[in-house]
DNA sequence: CATGAAAATTGCTAACC
DNA sequence: GGTTAGCAATTTTCATG
Protein backbone atom coordinates (compact mmCIF):
# COMPACT_ATOMS: atom_id res chain seq x y z
CA UNK A 1 0.00 0.00 0.00
CA UNK A 2 1.27 3.49 -0.74
CA UNK A 3 -0.86 5.44 2.33
CA UNK A 4 2.24 5.60 3.91
CA UNK A 5 4.12 7.48 0.76
CA UNK A 6 0.96 9.36 0.49
CA UNK A 7 0.96 10.71 3.86
CA UNK A 8 4.83 11.78 3.31
CA UNK A 9 3.38 14.25 0.36
CA UNK A 10 2.41 17.98 0.87
CA UNK A 11 0.74 19.37 -2.18
CA UNK A 12 -0.06 23.01 -2.57
CA UNK A 13 -1.95 24.91 -4.31
CA UNK A 14 0.56 26.18 -6.67
CA UNK A 15 0.79 22.26 -7.73
CA UNK A 16 -2.13 21.39 -8.47
CA UNK A 17 -2.50 24.90 -10.99
CA UNK A 18 0.68 23.02 -12.19
CA UNK A 19 -0.72 18.98 -12.21
CA UNK A 20 -4.01 20.91 -13.95
CA UNK A 21 -2.10 22.30 -16.46
CA UNK A 22 0.11 18.79 -17.73
CA UNK A 23 -2.94 16.97 -17.46
CA UNK A 24 -4.24 19.23 -20.26
CA UNK A 25 -0.84 19.21 -22.01
CA UNK A 26 2.36 17.52 -20.91
CA UNK A 27 4.15 19.37 -23.67
CA UNK A 28 3.41 22.94 -22.02
CA UNK A 29 6.90 24.21 -21.79
CA UNK A 30 8.42 25.52 -17.84
CA UNK A 31 8.23 28.85 -19.04
CA UNK A 32 4.71 29.23 -19.95
CA UNK A 33 3.21 27.07 -16.94
CA UNK A 34 5.77 29.84 -14.46
CA UNK A 35 4.05 32.86 -15.85
CA UNK A 36 0.58 30.91 -15.18
CA UNK A 37 1.26 30.14 -11.76
CA UNK A 38 3.54 32.95 -10.97
CA UNK A 39 7.00 31.08 -10.49
CA UNK A 40 10.04 30.98 -12.62
CA UNK A 41 10.54 28.53 -14.95
CA UNK A 42 13.58 26.81 -12.42
CA UNK A 43 11.16 26.53 -9.77
CA UNK A 44 8.46 24.98 -12.14
CA UNK A 45 10.87 22.45 -13.16
CA UNK A 46 11.87 21.57 -9.74
CA UNK A 47 8.34 21.05 -8.65
CA UNK A 48 7.42 19.36 -11.88
CA UNK A 49 10.18 16.67 -10.71
CA UNK A 50 9.42 16.22 -7.05
CA UNK A 51 5.52 15.51 -8.37
CA UNK A 52 6.92 13.24 -10.95
CA UNK A 53 9.38 11.44 -8.46
CA UNK A 54 6.79 11.40 -5.13
CA UNK A 55 3.77 9.39 -7.88
CA UNK A 56 1.28 12.12 -8.24
CA UNK A 57 2.94 12.81 -11.67
CA UNK A 58 2.08 8.64 -12.94
CA UNK A 59 3.14 8.93 -16.34
CA UNK A 60 3.04 11.03 -19.92
CA UNK A 61 1.90 9.16 -21.92
CA UNK A 62 0.53 10.23 -26.02
CA UNK A 63 -3.03 9.85 -26.52
CA UNK A 64 -3.42 8.31 -30.33
CA UNK A 65 -6.56 8.19 -32.24
CA UNK A 66 -7.75 4.82 -32.03
CA UNK A 67 -9.33 5.06 -35.68
CA UNK A 68 -6.03 5.98 -37.22
CA UNK A 69 -4.55 2.58 -35.95
CA UNK A 70 -7.70 0.57 -38.02
CA UNK A 71 -9.13 0.56 -34.44
CA UNK A 72 -12.50 1.69 -35.66
CA UNK A 73 -14.87 -0.16 -32.54
CA UNK A 74 -15.23 0.20 -28.55
CA UNK A 75 -17.12 -1.92 -26.52
CA UNK A 76 -18.13 -1.90 -22.85
CA UNK A 77 -18.58 -5.43 -21.58
CA UNK A 78 -20.23 -6.14 -18.15
CA UNK A 79 -18.67 -9.01 -16.81
CA UNK A 80 -20.64 -11.43 -13.90
CA UNK A 81 -18.57 -14.40 -12.21
CA UNK A 82 -19.81 -17.61 -11.10
CA UNK A 83 -18.51 -17.61 -7.75
CA UNK A 84 -15.06 -15.73 -6.50
CA UNK A 85 -12.09 -18.07 -6.19
CA UNK A 86 -9.29 -16.05 -5.72
CA UNK A 87 -7.04 -17.85 -8.00
CA UNK A 88 -8.72 -18.21 -10.73
CA UNK A 89 -9.69 -14.12 -10.33
CA UNK A 90 -6.31 -13.60 -10.17
CA UNK A 91 -6.10 -15.32 -13.46
CA UNK A 92 -8.61 -13.47 -14.97
CA UNK A 93 -7.43 -10.19 -13.75
CA UNK A 94 -3.58 -11.07 -15.19
CA UNK A 95 -5.32 -11.50 -18.69
CA UNK A 96 -7.49 -8.51 -19.37
CA UNK A 97 -4.01 -7.06 -18.18
CA UNK A 98 -1.99 -8.67 -21.06
CA UNK A 99 -4.65 -8.24 -23.86
CA UNK A 100 -3.72 -5.36 -25.57
CA UNK A 101 -7.35 -4.76 -26.54
CA UNK A 102 -8.53 -4.56 -23.35
CA UNK A 103 -7.95 -0.95 -22.90
CA UNK A 104 -9.61 -0.37 -19.26
CA UNK A 105 -10.16 -3.21 -17.08
CA UNK A 106 -11.97 -2.16 -13.29
CA UNK A 107 -13.36 -4.67 -10.32
CA UNK A 108 -16.07 -3.57 -9.11
CA UNK A 109 -18.95 -4.32 -6.35
CA UNK A 110 -22.76 -4.99 -7.07
CA UNK A 111 -24.49 -7.20 -9.69
CA UNK A 112 -21.77 -6.85 -12.27
CA UNK A 113 -18.06 -8.00 -11.38
CA UNK A 114 -15.43 -6.57 -13.79
CA UNK A 115 -16.15 -3.54 -16.24
CA UNK A 116 -14.23 -3.56 -19.36
CA UNK A 117 -13.39 -1.57 -22.17
CA UNK A 118 -12.31 -3.01 -25.26
CA UNK A 119 -11.27 -1.79 -28.43
CA UNK A 120 -11.24 -3.57 -32.09
CA UNK A 121 -10.46 -3.15 -35.87
CA UNK A 122 -14.60 -4.94 -36.49
CA UNK A 123 -16.96 -7.50 -34.80
CA UNK A 124 -14.66 -10.52 -35.83
CA UNK A 125 -11.56 -9.28 -34.00
CA UNK A 126 -13.94 -8.11 -31.27
CA UNK A 127 -15.40 -11.51 -31.04
CA UNK A 128 -11.84 -13.38 -31.02
CA UNK A 129 -11.03 -10.82 -28.11
CA UNK A 130 -13.74 -12.17 -25.61
CA UNK A 131 -13.29 -15.38 -26.86
CA UNK A 132 -10.05 -15.30 -25.81
CA UNK A 133 -10.34 -13.77 -22.34
CA UNK A 134 -13.92 -14.30 -21.51
CA UNK A 135 -14.83 -17.88 -23.02
CA UNK A 136 -12.26 -20.07 -22.31
CA UNK A 137 -13.05 -19.24 -18.22
CA UNK A 138 -14.91 -21.22 -15.94
CA UNK A 139 -15.46 -18.33 -13.44
CA UNK A 140 -17.04 -16.19 -16.18
CA UNK A 141 -21.07 -16.65 -15.79
CA UNK A 142 -21.80 -14.84 -18.28
CA UNK A 143 -21.36 -11.09 -20.02
CA UNK A 144 -23.49 -7.89 -21.56
CA UNK A 145 -21.81 -6.11 -24.73
CA UNK A 146 -22.53 -2.77 -25.18
CA UNK A 147 -21.21 -1.01 -28.72
CA UNK A 148 -20.12 2.01 -28.01
CA UNK A 149 -21.89 4.85 -30.25
CA UNK A 150 -19.75 7.32 -29.24
CA UNK A 151 -16.77 8.18 -26.91
CA UNK A 152 -18.04 11.35 -25.33
CA UNK A 153 -15.23 11.58 -23.21
CA UNK A 154 -12.09 9.43 -22.64
CA UNK A 155 -10.02 11.36 -20.69
CA UNK A 156 -8.25 10.52 -17.72
CA UNK A 157 -8.19 13.86 -15.82
CA UNK A 158 -8.47 13.94 -12.13
CA UNK A 159 -10.12 17.49 -10.84
CA UNK A 160 -6.93 19.13 -9.48
CA UNK A 161 -9.34 21.84 -6.88
CA UNK B 1 -16.22 13.13 -40.80
CA UNK B 2 -12.06 12.69 -41.01
CA UNK B 3 -12.37 9.63 -43.26
CA UNK B 4 -11.30 11.69 -46.32
CA UNK B 5 -8.15 12.74 -43.89
CA UNK B 6 -7.58 9.43 -42.58
CA UNK B 7 -7.64 8.12 -46.38
CA UNK B 8 -4.67 10.18 -46.51
CA UNK B 9 -2.53 9.01 -43.91
CA UNK B 10 -0.33 6.24 -44.44
CA UNK B 11 1.39 4.88 -41.13
CA UNK B 12 4.35 2.06 -41.36
CA UNK B 13 5.43 -0.37 -39.29
CA UNK B 14 7.88 2.59 -37.91
CA UNK B 15 5.35 4.92 -36.94
CA UNK B 16 3.72 1.97 -35.18
CA UNK B 17 6.46 1.15 -33.42
CA UNK B 18 7.20 4.86 -32.37
CA UNK B 19 3.52 5.31 -31.31
CA UNK B 20 3.74 2.37 -29.24
CA UNK B 21 7.02 4.02 -27.66
CA UNK B 22 5.15 7.09 -27.17
CA UNK B 23 1.82 5.81 -25.42
CA UNK B 24 4.20 3.82 -23.02
CA UNK B 25 5.96 7.18 -22.30
CA UNK B 26 5.77 10.45 -24.04
CA UNK B 27 9.20 11.71 -22.82
CA UNK B 28 11.58 8.98 -24.45
CA UNK B 29 13.97 11.17 -26.35
CA UNK B 30 14.15 10.91 -29.97
CA UNK B 31 17.60 9.10 -29.86
CA UNK B 32 16.36 6.36 -27.75
CA UNK B 33 13.44 5.59 -30.14
CA UNK B 34 15.90 5.91 -32.85
CA UNK B 35 17.84 3.62 -31.55
CA UNK B 36 14.81 1.47 -30.98
CA UNK B 37 13.45 1.60 -34.05
CA UNK B 38 16.63 1.60 -36.75
CA UNK B 39 16.36 5.55 -37.33
CA UNK B 40 18.48 8.79 -36.91
CA UNK B 41 16.59 11.32 -34.20
CA UNK B 42 16.08 13.58 -36.57
CA UNK B 43 13.83 11.87 -38.91
CA UNK B 44 11.98 10.35 -35.52
CA UNK B 45 11.24 13.75 -35.10
CA UNK B 46 9.73 14.24 -38.21
CA UNK B 47 7.64 11.23 -38.35
CA UNK B 48 6.51 12.65 -34.34
CA UNK B 49 5.73 15.69 -35.95
CA UNK B 50 3.78 14.49 -39.19
CA UNK B 51 1.71 12.19 -36.55
CA UNK B 52 1.17 15.01 -34.49
CA UNK B 53 -0.09 17.09 -37.22
CA UNK B 54 -2.25 14.57 -39.34
CA UNK B 55 -4.39 13.48 -35.59
CA UNK B 56 -2.80 10.04 -35.07
CA UNK B 57 -1.33 11.54 -31.95
CA UNK B 58 -4.30 13.09 -30.19
CA UNK B 59 -2.26 15.28 -27.38
CA UNK B 60 -0.01 14.46 -25.25
CA UNK B 61 -0.94 14.72 -21.20
CA UNK B 62 0.35 13.59 -17.70
CA UNK B 63 -0.93 10.69 -16.04
CA UNK B 64 -2.11 11.75 -12.36
CA UNK B 65 -2.71 9.48 -9.14
CA UNK B 66 -6.14 10.29 -8.07
CA UNK B 67 -5.13 9.30 -4.15
CA UNK B 68 -2.38 12.15 -4.46
CA UNK B 69 -5.51 14.69 -5.04
CA UNK B 70 -7.78 12.82 -2.90
CA UNK B 71 -10.05 11.44 -4.95
CA UNK B 72 -9.94 8.18 -3.44
CA UNK B 73 -12.87 6.45 -5.04
CA UNK B 74 -13.67 5.71 -8.04
CA UNK B 75 -17.54 4.32 -9.52
CA UNK B 76 -19.01 3.25 -12.93
CA UNK B 77 -22.34 3.85 -13.30
CA UNK B 78 -24.60 2.92 -15.84
CA UNK B 79 -27.40 5.14 -17.00
CA UNK B 80 -30.48 4.34 -19.10
CA UNK B 81 -32.85 6.77 -20.36
CA UNK B 82 -36.51 7.48 -20.42
CA UNK B 83 -36.46 8.10 -24.35
CA UNK B 84 -34.46 9.56 -26.62
CA UNK B 85 -35.49 12.98 -27.29
CA UNK B 86 -32.34 14.61 -29.19
CA UNK B 87 -32.08 17.67 -27.77
CA UNK B 88 -32.42 16.79 -24.22
CA UNK B 89 -29.68 13.90 -24.94
CA UNK B 90 -27.71 16.61 -26.15
CA UNK B 91 -28.22 18.65 -22.85
CA UNK B 92 -27.23 15.37 -20.91
CA UNK B 93 -24.14 15.28 -22.93
CA UNK B 94 -23.03 18.88 -22.43
CA UNK B 95 -23.55 17.79 -18.44
CA UNK B 96 -21.33 15.08 -18.71
CA UNK B 97 -18.63 16.71 -20.51
CA UNK B 98 -18.14 19.78 -18.09
CA UNK B 99 -18.18 18.34 -14.76
CA UNK B 100 -14.76 17.45 -13.91
CA UNK B 101 -15.86 14.11 -11.50
CA UNK B 102 -16.95 12.51 -14.92
CA UNK B 103 -13.55 11.00 -15.90
CA UNK B 104 -15.47 9.27 -18.70
CA UNK B 105 -18.23 9.01 -20.38
CA UNK B 106 -19.35 6.56 -23.06
CA UNK B 107 -22.41 6.70 -25.16
CA UNK B 108 -23.65 2.69 -25.96
CA UNK B 109 -26.41 0.49 -27.38
CA UNK B 110 -28.39 -2.16 -25.55
CA UNK B 111 -30.59 -1.74 -22.26
CA UNK B 112 -28.21 0.94 -21.23
CA UNK B 113 -27.67 4.33 -22.74
CA UNK B 114 -24.59 5.60 -20.93
CA UNK B 115 -21.61 4.48 -19.06
CA UNK B 116 -19.94 6.50 -16.80
CA UNK B 117 -16.72 6.75 -14.91
CA UNK B 118 -17.14 8.97 -12.36
CA UNK B 119 -14.31 10.06 -9.87
CA UNK B 120 -14.68 11.84 -6.29
CA UNK B 121 -13.48 12.13 -2.91
CA UNK B 122 -15.67 10.36 -1.11
CA UNK B 123 -19.35 8.91 -0.78
CA UNK B 124 -20.76 12.53 -0.19
CA UNK B 125 -18.77 14.28 -3.04
CA UNK B 126 -20.08 11.05 -5.15
CA UNK B 127 -24.04 11.83 -4.25
CA UNK B 128 -23.46 15.64 -4.88
CA UNK B 129 -22.33 14.54 -8.42
CA UNK B 130 -25.23 12.17 -9.35
CA UNK B 131 -27.83 14.72 -8.17
CA UNK B 132 -26.05 17.56 -10.15
CA UNK B 133 -25.48 15.59 -13.45
CA UNK B 134 -28.51 12.50 -13.28
CA UNK B 135 -31.45 13.75 -10.99
CA UNK B 136 -32.08 16.71 -11.98
CA UNK B 137 -33.01 14.82 -15.21
CA UNK B 138 -36.25 14.02 -16.88
CA UNK B 139 -34.14 12.13 -19.61
CA UNK B 140 -32.94 9.82 -17.30
CA UNK B 141 -34.86 6.83 -16.24
CA UNK B 142 -32.31 4.90 -13.62
CA UNK B 143 -28.98 4.24 -12.84
CA UNK B 144 -26.86 1.68 -11.57
CA UNK B 145 -23.41 2.76 -9.52
CA UNK B 146 -20.89 0.44 -9.31
CA UNK B 147 -17.62 1.07 -6.83
CA UNK B 148 -14.50 0.22 -8.18
CA UNK B 149 -12.80 -1.89 -5.82
CA UNK B 150 -9.89 -1.76 -8.12
CA UNK B 151 -9.05 0.02 -10.91
CA UNK B 152 -6.87 -3.16 -12.47
CA UNK B 153 -6.28 -1.26 -16.04
CA UNK B 154 -6.36 2.07 -16.69
CA UNK B 155 -4.37 3.25 -19.69
CA UNK B 156 -6.06 4.73 -22.83
CA UNK B 157 -3.35 2.21 -24.79
CA UNK B 158 -4.60 1.81 -28.49
CA UNK B 159 -3.16 -1.72 -30.12
CA UNK B 160 -0.35 -0.32 -32.97
CA UNK B 161 0.07 -3.90 -34.04
C1' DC C 1 14.39 24.75 2.20
C1' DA C 2 12.34 27.04 -1.82
C1' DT C 3 13.38 30.58 -4.90
C1' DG C 4 15.39 33.36 -8.99
C1' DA C 5 19.25 34.21 -12.11
C1' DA C 6 22.57 32.53 -15.02
C1' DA C 7 25.55 28.98 -16.78
C1' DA C 8 25.86 24.40 -18.68
C1' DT C 9 23.74 20.66 -20.82
C1' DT C 10 20.49 18.31 -23.40
C1' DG C 11 17.18 17.72 -26.91
C1' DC C 12 14.65 19.67 -30.73
C1' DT C 13 14.19 22.15 -35.25
C1' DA C 14 15.36 23.50 -39.70
C1' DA C 15 18.64 23.90 -43.11
C1' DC C 16 21.38 21.55 -46.07
C1' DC C 17 22.56 16.97 -48.84
C1' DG D 1 16.34 9.67 -44.41
C1' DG D 2 21.24 11.31 -42.62
C1' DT D 3 24.16 15.26 -41.08
C1' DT D 4 25.02 19.45 -39.01
C1' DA D 5 24.38 24.08 -37.26
C1' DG D 6 21.42 26.97 -34.53
C1' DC D 7 17.92 27.30 -31.20
C1' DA D 8 14.87 26.18 -27.39
C1' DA D 9 14.08 23.97 -23.12
C1' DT D 10 15.70 21.72 -19.24
C1' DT D 11 18.92 20.96 -15.56
C1' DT D 12 22.37 22.37 -12.49
C1' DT D 13 24.81 25.64 -9.85
C1' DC D 14 24.99 29.25 -6.76
C1' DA D 15 23.62 33.21 -4.06
C1' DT D 16 19.69 34.99 -1.35
C1' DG D 17 15.81 35.45 2.08
Redesign the pocket.
Known amino acids: MLSAYRAVMQIDD?DRAILAILQRNSRT???DI?AEV??????V??????LRENGTINREVAVLDPRALGQEMTFVVLVELERERAHLLEELRRRFLEDEHVQQCYCVTGQIDFVLVISARDMAEFDAVTRRVLFDNPTVRRFTTNVVLDRVKVGLTVPTG
Chains 1, 2 share one sequence.
Open positions: VIAEGGLSAAAQRRIKR
